[in-house]
């Protein structure tokens, strides 16, 4: 079945520093897929997304990569601030299936 | 409205009563899904909706949870009989369609804490 893990459960990064969060997948015929950011008592929140024709995409302080043929996407967070300190999950195609999420802690 | 509306936000209830839980999506938003998360974990798919329909249902935990949405629009997740296990967060999300890039972006509401005492 379909799954999508997270290399690690926790990230701790200091203010100013990139921070690189990993996530594999298992379905190869995903085609979307998504980051969102948790902060504590609140839902998910979209961050950026990446079709899988595409290999890098860039937002705002975020760059997202998705290597196809090891089944591996990333979230690049560039000059981290307190403010993104929360959980990260990535998921993967039509049934946003999410894995457990990386909490992202930022030290000022 | 602006966002994903969900209602109680917070719910307390005792074992074997039966709850229902409240989802408003955005205007407009054919797509409609349910999630639960328990402490410290993902969110687990329970359902899924286009307009009226749930071509998914392959989430739910068991019999005593069923969702229903009418008019295309507010849908109601029902637990019979809760049992404490079901304490979570049910959280609920809709977007403009499904599995197409453009415009598809997923929305999250705030979610309804369920406490099963």
């Known amino acids: 079945g379909e799954s999508v893990g997270l290399h690690l459960p926790t990230l701790s990064v200091q203010e100013g520093d990139n921070s690189i969060i990993n996530c594999a997948y298992s379905n190869s015929a995903s085609d979307y897929f998504i980051w969102y950011k948790q902060e504590s008592g609140k839902g998910p929140q979209f961050i950026i997304d990446i079709r899988s024709n595409m290999d890098k995409r860039q937002g705002q302080r975020v760059t997202v990569l998705l290597n196809k043929t090891v089944k591996h996407l990333s979230l690049q967070i560039a000059a981290t601030q307190p403010g993104d300190s929360a959980v990260y999950f990535c998921?993967?195609?039509?049934?946003?299936?999410f894995g457990k999420g990386t909490k992202l802690t930022v030290n000022p | 409205g602006a966002g994903v509306s969900q209602s109680p936000s917070n719910k307390v209830t005792e074992k074997g009563k039966d709850v229902e839980l409240r989802c408003d999506p955005i205007s407009g938003h054919t797509a409609l899904y349910w999630y639960r998360q328990s402490l410290g974990q993902g969110l687990e798919f329970l359902i899924y909706f286009q307009g009226n329909s749930a071509p998914d249902k392959s989430g739910l935990p068991s019999d005593r949870f069923s969702a229903e949405r009418t008019g295309g629009s507010v849908s109601t997740l029902t637990i019979q009989r809760t049992q404490q296990e079901d304490s979570a967060v049910y959280l609920c999300a809709s977007s403009l369609g499904r599995g197409v890039y453009s415009g598809n972006t997923i929305y999250f509401g705030e979610g309804s804490w369920l406490t099963v005492v």
């Open positions: 998921a993967e195609s039509q049934k946003l299936v």
